[in-house]
C-alpha cells in the first residue's frame, strides 16, 4: 500500500506555471493520496475550483475537501462558489467517512495568518480500517503552531471514543439506511506540512523524547515517522526549500505506533517540480 503526501502550493510550480496535471501525475498511483493548499476561488490561480480539477484529473480516486479559510468571493452573485483554501484526501478505496477540524488560529496584528485545518477520512486498509489525515500548520513559528499539534493530539486521544459519523441505533431505518455504523478505528496516518524541521521541539511531541542512550523513544499509543521507521535517518531528505534558500525536511507522514511492523519503504520524490514542495511517499505492506 503506497501513501503520497504533497504540499502543492496552490499548483504554483517552481517555474512560476499553475498546472494540476502535473500535480496529478505527480501522486497518481498512491492508494491514499494528502494534498495541501489546495484552493478554490482565488485570483491567483485563475478563481479555478482545483478541488474539483484534481478529482477529474484523478477520476479513479474517491476524494474529499475540506477547507480551512472560507471566505466570500467579493462580488459574488448568490450561489457562487467561495473563496476557499484547504487540504484534500483521495483514496483508491471508498472514504468511508470525513471530518474536517479546524486547527487554533493565532490572532496576528501583521504577520499575515490563515485559518488551518486537518481534514480526516476513515479508510479501509489490508491493515483494517485506518484514520488518515491530510494536515497544514501555520507557517508563522512553533509558539503558533504548538496549539495545532495539541490539538491534533488531542482529537486523535478521543476519536475512539467518540465513535464514527454516527454511532448506536435508531428504530428508523432512514437514519440509518439499513447500514452498520462507520468505523472510528484508533490507528492513524497523519501526512502533510507540519512546518517544523525534526529538531524542533514539537517534532517530539509526535514521536517521543530522545534518549543519549536508548535513541528515540516512541510511545505505544503515540507516532513514529514513517522516513525513519524506514531506515532514513531524522536529519536527511529535504521536502521544502525555504525563501531564504534553506533546505529542511518539514512535511512528514506519521503512523500509529500499532502499524510500524508495516512500513517497508519511505521517500522524497525529488524530480517533481509542481510546487515549492516535494511530494513524500510511504509504503505499508
Request: with cysteine; net charge negative; proline share 7%.
Amino acid at each position: 500500500m503506497r501513501l503520497a503526501s504533497y504540499n502543492i502550493q496552490y499548483s504554483k510550480g517552481k517555474d512560476g506555471k499553475f498546472d494540476l496535471a502535473r500535480i496529478a501525475r505527480a501522486v497518481d498511483g498512491a492508494d491514499v493520496i494528502a494534498l495541501q493548499e489546495v484552493e478554490r476561488g482565488w485570483k491567483r490561480s485563475g478563481q479555478a475550483d482545483q478541488a474539483a480539477e484534481l478529482a477529474r484529473l484523478l477520476p479513479a480516486y474517491h476524494w474529499v475537501y475540506g477547507p480551512g479559510a472560507d471566505m466570500a468571493m467579493k462580488g459574488a452573485p448568490p450561489g457562487a462558489m467561495r473563496r476557499q483554501f484547504g487540504n484534500m484526501l483521495l483514496s483508491k478505496s471508498p472514504i468511508l467517512a470525513s471530518r474536517n477540524h479546524m486547527l487554533p488560529k493565532f490572532g496576528s496584528l501583521t504577520q499575515y495568518s490563515l485559518q488551518r485545518c486537518a481534514l480526516e477520512g476513515v479508510v479501509a486498509t489490508p491493515f483494517g480500517p485506518v484514520r488518515f489525515y491530510s494536515i497544514h500548520l501555520t507557517h508563522v513559528d512553533d509558539t503558533s503552531r504548538l496549539p495545532q499539534v495539541e490539538a491534533i493530539l488531542d482529537i486523535h486521544r478521543r476519536a475512539y471514543g467518540e465513535g464514527g459519523a454516527w454511532c448506536g441505533t435508531h428504530r428508523e431505518v432512514a437514519w440509518t439506511e439499513g447500514e452498520p455504523p462507520p468505523p472510528m478505528p484508533r490507528e492513524a496516518i497523519l501526512m502533510g506540512d507540519f512546518n517544523f524541521p525534526p529538531s524542533s521541539p514539537l517534532y517530539e511531541r509526535f514521536v517521543g523524547p530522545m534518549s543519549e542512550e536508548y535513541g528515540r523513544c516512541n510511545h505505544v499509543e503515540g507516532f513514529v515517522d514513517a522516513w525513519v521507521a524506514a531506515g532514513n535517518r531524522e536529519g536527511e531528505g529535504v521536502t521544502c526549500i525555504d525563501d531564504l534558500g534553506i533546505s529542511k525536511r518539514i512535511d512528514y507522514c506519521y503512523v500509529s505506533s500499532s502499524l510500524v511492523g508495516h512500513i517497508r519503504r519511505a521517500w522524497i520524490d525529488n524530480d517533481a517540480v509542481g510546487s515549492d514542495h516535494q511530494p513524500i511517499w510511504t509504503e505499508l505492506g
